[in-house]
Nanobody
Framework: QEQLVESRGGLVQAGGSLRLSCAAS????????MAWFRQAPGKEREFVAG????????YYADFVKGRFTISRDNAKNTVDLQMNSLKPDDTAVYYC?????????????????WGQGTQVTVSS
């Protein structure tokens, strides 16, 4: 079964850090760009960070630049999101996503596999 499985999120105080990990099957990882999205209550799902397959080029939403880092381990079929300097506005369900191509963009429609999501709550 093709799947993406996010690690458990959690509750963290503002200014703290949290690392999310996504484990993928080979078919949903190899030769694919990967990304993290998030969805806060009452809001649309939005792009957070992405990483290409071959060169591991990374790209970020403006609101996380300098705070979040996406990385991938192509030997383990995992993609991580290191989140530092967390803010209450970062509270959301975070989703791992895989694109059908080795490079991809920031649109939800460009990704064809999704994880179940993991809750991240940042307290003030």
């Amino acid at each position: 079964q093709e799947q993406l499985v996010e690690s458990r999120g959690g509750l963290v105080q503002a200014g703290g850090s949290l690392r999310l990990s996504c484990a993928a099957s080979r078919r949903t990882f190899v030769y694919r760009a990967m990304a993290w999205f998030r969805q806060a209550p009452g809001k649309e799902r939005e792009f957070v960070a992405g990483i290409t397959w071959s060169t591991s080029r990374t790209y970020y939403a403006d609101f996380v630049k300098g705070r979040f880092t996406i990385s991938r381990d192509n030997a383990k079929n995992t993609v991580d999101l290191q989140m530092n300097s967390l803010k209450p506005d970062d509270t959301a369900v975070y989703y791992c996503a895989a694109a059908p191509t080795s490079t991809s963009g920031r649109s939800i429609s460009e990704y064809d596999y999704w994880g179940q999501g993991t809750q991240v709550t940042v307290s003030s």
